[in-house]
């Protein structure tokens, strides 16, 4: 089985200050990560995925991601967040073989970016 | 290209009738899901299909069925909608690896 937690359900922080979102997973096989970015009344749209490689991945809208294994974590960070970067984040795993295609969600992380 | 379309975009229901919900990709992905939203609970799998002619059960799949008779469309039904059903419905689609693919969902109401 496979979950994911992410760590705060808001996270409230002004316009070009620095802002880490923060998810925690289980697995007991190889995984797959990604997170989501969701604006109200829209679907999810990919920001970033790791795979395999480099530990730190960048994404879009100035997003990065760091997977640290040892402690199961894939925590989501950028530098200077705009008002537009007000949204819900989501973080999910999928299994590379076991799982594999089948993503698990976090509940979700509400951004609140404000001037 | 129009990604992952999803119809219809909202619908009322009353307990116990029935209806469909269409998804429709054109990225020839393998993998087909549909997932409910509730706030707070994040999104949970309903049922998912990694192939045309397949499906398979997800996390909630109790009062849905499942059809993907072409690769390129997923079809979920109610047979008998509950008010517990009220949710959004969100299709995506994928190949094994790299992310899912999402539509912009289907708000339903059951009354």
């Known amino acids: 089985a496979q979950s994911v937690t992410q760590l705060d359900s808001q996270v409230p922080v002004f316009e070009e200050a620095p802002v880490e979102l923060r998810c925690n997973y289980s697995s007991s096989v190889s995984v797959y990560l990604f997170w989501y970015v969701q604006y109200p009344n829209q679907g999810l749209q990919l920001l970033l995925k790791?795979?395999?490689?480099?530990?730190l991945v960048k994404g879009i809208n100035g997003f990065e991601a760091e997977f640290n294994k040892s402690q199961t974590s894939f925590h989501l960070r950028k530098p200077s967040v705009h008002i537009s970067d007000t949204a819900e984040y989501f973080c999910a795993v999928s299994g590379v073989i076991t799982n594999a295609g089948k993503s698990t969600f976090g509940d979700g992380t509400t951004l609140t970016v404000k001037p | 290209n129009a990604g992952v379309t999803q119809t219809p975009k909202f619908r009322v229901l009353k307990t116990g009738q029935s209806m469909t919900l269409l998804c429709a990709q054109d990225?020839?992905?393998?993998?087909m899901y549909w997932y409910r939203q509730d706030p707070g609970m994040g999104l949970r799998l309903i049922h998912y299909?990694?192939?045309?002619?397949?499906?398979a059960k997800g996390e909630v799949p109790d009062g849905y069925n499942v059809s993907r008779l072409k690769k390129q469309n997923f079809l979920l039904g109610l047979e008998s909608a509950a008010p517990s059903q009220t949710s959004v419905y969100f299709c995506a689609s994928s190949q094994r690896t790299g992310g899912l693919h999402f539509g912009n969902g289907t708000r339903l109401t059951v009354t």
């Open positions: 299909s990694v192939g045309e002619g397949t499906t």
């Open positions: 790791y795979l395999s490689g480099s530990t």
């Open positions: 990225m020839n992905h393998e993998y």
